[in-house]
């Protein structure tokens, strides 16, 4: 049952508390606790990371996605936002080597991370393998939704090969295979409305040097 | 063909800016100013709005102004328009009610605009639109078609009468009844095509700027046709007069039709622009993309097919109902008629057909077209029953349809259309040895002793593409023309711009229109650069949408290319002292038959330009343009076979193999077809299996308007697509192209349920057939 406090709660209140507050803690009391020590409230928060290598530091309002701060801040348009609900795979990049849905995280949880993001995979002329994959196999239309497969298809045969196991993986004692049953179950969470699934797993199997 | 002409599977020109994060979008663009809007939008279904008091949200932190309708009505912007008129059968025209940009009366679904908020940022956009307080008085609403036209029910436009906007028909009625009551056996079958919304993954958005030094709109949107949005926009909603606004459209992250439509959206920002003097953008979130881009289908219909004591088909009546939703969108008249009961007698010879279809206002978003648009509910509708008569008369279904195919052509239909070309028993037969069809009955009991419940099912579709010619669709009551328009500017160094008013949103024009190029001329397709999408640099267009960009588009590019061709020939033939018509043009050269005499292309270019040694009375220069109105529709056609297994302790269906043997005519590039064809199928599968919209009946609250809730198809719910070809060139268009855009979306579903019903032995499920409802029916048929 939520309580009274939660229910009076409003935006405008839950926005001007800390976003670190938030996402640690998540409880409403405390959030208003903050709220109430006056003068130690911050909206903004300076963060330093690392975007394909480059060093950023930014000050951004507590409240502002990775996803946005890489379009709007830092004009990385690459990483596209299809839903800002994690539930489509779009904005997927590359964060310490493990890919998230820059959707569902607050860049201020960020500072000291290295982001990759599309853009730095691999440039005209300079392909990352998995970019080269695509083109040959065909394995997009529209390419809205093509920055963030690439994205994951990399990082999904980096968990293979770290063994990751995966819900369709049957045996947990032997090391992880690329098979068409793991690459469809571990792009599940990458929607493509063009429906190009078929192409973009030819094109992970030749990555992986496995045939399709 | 050559390594880079028609035919030949060229990687796409687009690819490298797609692959690398350089694709331009609406929503990546940003100009110097730019500020954000959030529109403030109906929770109910149903309401009147008693007041909007907007004070206190602009008086918020970082708010340039908050906009409500009454003002925008003061300004003199228009109401939406359906552009296609329907007459009911009584000689009435349709009962269109009005549509405002911004409601400010009536407020008729969850999602209706009420009022725009713009500001620095989004997030204080969203905080000021939360403070715009709207007193509604609520009503009751009714969501679904067949109980909206029922009395006593909500009343949604005055215009409209129990919420009828046409009661509209087609075919000979008689002569039907006359067929059914005279058959040897009647197939009987009431369908309901579900709702579906389209998702393209870029959600739509918009940039408006006015720059008040010259009184000039620009607008960067998420269109199909721009030209389109740009003529409506003048004429109709009188944003600003044509020559004063424009529109572009740059990569665009697919449509599937519901970036065909001109949206509030766009007229809004707009408008909003000027109010504020801020160049506004707004960009769809992906619940109110569920709650605002026009839906597809939502048909129920019932079929009478009557067939004679050969199994012959000798009539099918057919009474439909259309949900259109809160307001008529931009062609939604056109999607349940003239591209739906047109098509009603798919592959075969019915001598009578008669179809009957009621459009239905709701308090739910607009439908309108989506990939496929009115054909897929043909072809449902017909393969159902098809397969249902199969079962019913205990022949096979490959049988009755092979005894009902048409066989010569062309072809006089009794529902307007004339097929001019087509060879559906070949689509048959390969569909058939390609799923090994013979192998089946093995197959099953191969799963039967494992448990499972396998199927087979077959659909047999035809389509209409690029809608044409223009003079007829204008007497069937389009509000424009269907041609399409092109320019070959080939510059003083021989390279070459094609303008089109095709527009490329994932179809990969910028890479086949220069295979075109490429082919005629012989110049490699580097050399060539496709412009779309702007209507400053596009002279004009109808945009792209109904698979028409081959059959129609291209067909302007063709015969702007046959102009530009015979300048080049007389040119040369001047400079290389020959008769005009030796000239032959190969390999990038112009050259004397018959001779070692050439001149590079770049050469007769150039010699264009500088018009130092031009023939007499020449004017200076090589471009040329043209428009090409189709003299008939094509037909693309095929069969689709599916085969599943379905757990009968879970309902749960695994597609085993899908085959597709389509007929598209000419082919340009195979390998871009291929890929048109596994989206179509993609998401007819997923009408067919996983999607659905639900509004609450109760309230009309859109339940599944995210991810979550309404199930797209993934990676893992797709198998890998079995495809052929068995192509009939198309005599109407100079490329022979057919088109095949949506053929997937359209022969999918059939083939699916067709095989889910053979599996578990019960013809009695709807789609989309989830776990629930099969294991459900496999327990009813217990």
């Not at chain 2, 002279?539 to 590019?557: C, E, K, L, N, W």
Request: one cysteine or more; glycine letters at 10%; charged letters at 20%.
């Amino acid at each position: 049952m939520p309580t009274l406090i939660q229910m009076e709660l409003s935006r405008r209140e839950l926005l001007a508390s800390s976003a670190t507050t938030v996402a640690v803690a998540g409880v409403a009391k405390e959030v208003r606790a903050a709220g109430a020590r006056g003068k130690e409230l911050q909206n903004t928060t300076e963060v330093t990371f690392k975007v394909n290598g480059d060093p950023q530091r930014l000050t951004l309002d507590n409240r502002t996605t990775l996803l946005d701060a890489l379009r709007e801040h830092l004009h990385l348009t690459g990483t596209k936002k299809g839903c800002d609900h994690g539930q489509c795979g779009a904005c997927t990049v590359i964060v310490d080597g493990r890919r998230i849905n820059s959707c569902l995280s607050l860049a201020v949880m960020h500072d000291g991370n290295k982001i990759t993001t599309i853009e730095g995979l691999g440039q005209p002329g300079n392909l990352h393998p998995m970019q080269a994959a695509f083109i040959k196999h065909d394995g997009f239309q529209c390419g809205y939704c093509t920055p963030g497969q690439i994205c994951s298809s990399v990082a999904v045969l980096e968990e293979i090969t770290a063994n990751i196991p995966s819900h369709v993986t049957e045996n947990l004692m032997q090391q992880a295979t690329v098979t068409a049953e793991e690459i469809r179950e571990r792009m599940s969470g990458n929607i493509c409305r063009c429906g190009a699934y078929s192409n973009i797993l030819d094109a992970i199997h030749e990555v992986a040097g496995v045939p399709a | 063909m050559g390594v880079e002409g028609i035919g030949a599977s060229v990687a796409r020109k687009e690819d490298k800016r797609f692959l690398t994060g350089k694709g331009r979008y609406t929503d990546d663009m940003s100009v110097p100013g730019m500020k954000y809007a959030f529109f403030v939008r109906s929770p109910h279904a149903h309401a009147k709005i008693k007041s909007i008091d907007i004070s206190a949200a602009s008086a918020m932190p970082g708010v340039i102004g908050v906009l409500e309708g009454k003002q925008l009505q003061a300004d003199g912007i228009g109401n939406l328009i359906c552009g296609w008129m329907i007459h009911s059968k009584d000689g009435s025209p349709m009962n269109m009610g009005a549509w405002r940009p911004l409601a400010h009366d009536t407020v008729r679904y969850v999602g209706d605009g009420v009022a725009i908020v713009v500001a620095d940022s989004l997030g204080e956009a969203r905080d000021a639109a939360e403070a715009v307080v709207v007193d509604y008085d609520v009503l009751p609403a009714v969501t679904e078609a067949v109980k909206a036209l029922e009395a006593g029910q909500p009343q949604i436009h005055p215009e409209a009468a129990n919420n009828l906007i046409f009661d509209w028909q087609i075919g000979d009625g008689g002569a039907t009844d006359k067929a059914i009551a005279e058959a040897a056996h009647v197939t009987e079958i009431k369908l309901h095509n579900n709702r579906l919304a389209p998702n393209p993954m870029e959600p739509r958005a918009t940039l408006g700027i006015y720059d008040s030094a010259e009184d000039h709109y620009t607008c960067y949107t998420t269109s199909q046709n721009p030209h389109v949005a740009r003529l409506v926009m003048s004429a109709f909603y009188n944003v600003a007069p044509e020559n004063k606004l424009r529109v572009i459209a740059p990569d665009v992250g697919g449509g599937f039709g519901s970036k065909i439509y001109i949206y509030p959206e766009e007229i809004v920002c707009l408008w909003a622009s000027k109010k504020t003097g801020v160049p506004v953008k707004w960009t769809s979130d992906r619940t109110e993309a569920f709650l605002t881009d026009a839906h597809g289908r939502d048909h129920v219909s019932t079929v009478k097919m009557a067939f004679d004591k050969d199994n012959r088909v000798t009539g099918l009546k057919v009474d439909t109902i259309a949900n259109l939703g809160a307001y008529m969108s931009l062609f939604s008249s056109a999607v349940p008629t003239y591209l739906y009961a047109t098509l009603l007698s798919g592959q075969y010879a019915i001598p009578a057909i008669h179809a009957n279809v009621r459009t239905v206002y709701t308090n739910t978003v607009p439908v309108d077209a989506y990939r496929g648009a009115g054909r897929p509910e043909a072809t449902y509708l017909l393969e159902r029953t098809m397969e249902t008569a199969a079962r019913e008369l205990g022949i096979s279904p490959a049988e009755l349809r092979r005894k009902n195919f048409i066989r010569s052509f062309p072809h006089q239909t009794p529902v307007i259309m004339n097929y001019d070309a087509g060879d559906y028993e070949a689509s048959l037969e390969a569909a058939m040895a390609t799923a090994d069809w013979n192998g089946f009955a093995a197959r099953k009991a191969e799963a039967a002793r494992r448990g499972m419940k396998r199927g087979i099912g077959m659909s047999c579709y035809i389509e209409a593409c690029g809608i044409a010619p223009s003079a007829a669709v204008g007497s069937l009551g389009a509000g424009v023309g269907l041609w399409e328009s092109a320019e070959v500017r080939v510059n003083a160094v021989g390279t070459i711009e094609v303008m089109t008013g095709s527009h490329s949103h994932g179809q990969g024009h910028e890479t086949t229109f220069a295979q075109l190029i490429a082919d005629r001329l012989g110049v490699p397709i580097d050399s060539v650069n496709i412009v779309h999408g702007d209507t400053d640099k596009v002279q004009m267009g109808m945009g792209t949408y109904g698979s028409r960009s081959g059959a129609v588009g291209m067909s302007a590019v063709v015969k702007a290319l046959d102009k530009v061709e015979a300048k080049a020939k007389k040119i040369a033939a001047h400079l290389m002292e020959a008769d005009e018509s030796d000239i032959v043009i190969e390999n990038g050269e112009l050259k004397v038959a018959g001779t070692d005499k050439a001149l590079p292309w770049f050469q007769v270019a150039l010699a264009a330009y500088t018009a130092h040694n031009l023939p007499a009375g020449m004017e200076p220069g090589l471009k040329e343009g043209a428009f090409y109105d189709p003299s008939n529709f094509t037909f693309p056609a095929g069969c689709y076979i599916c085969e599943v297994e379905v757990d009968p302790e879970t309902g749960t269906t695994e597609i085993i193999q899908f085959v597709a043997a389509d007929d598209f005519g000419n082919i340009i590039n195979p390998m871009i077809v291929e890929g048109q064809v596994h989206g179509g199928i993609a998401q007819g599968i997923g009408q067919a299996l996983l999607e659905n919209v639900h509004y609450d009946p109760q309230n009309g609250q859109l339940i599944t308007a995210s991810y979550m809730d309404y199930a797209m198809p993934r990676a893992d719910n797709l198998p890998s697509f079995k495809l052929s070809h068995q192509n009939t060139p198309c005599p109407s268009n100079p490329l022979g192209i057919k088109g095949c855009g949506e053929a997937g979306a359209i022969g999918s579903p059939p083939a699916l349920i067709n095989a889910i019903t053979d599996a578990i032995g019960n013809n009695s499920l709807t789609m989309p057939a989830t776990p629930q409802k099969v294991w459900s029916a496999i327990n009813a048929a217990n």
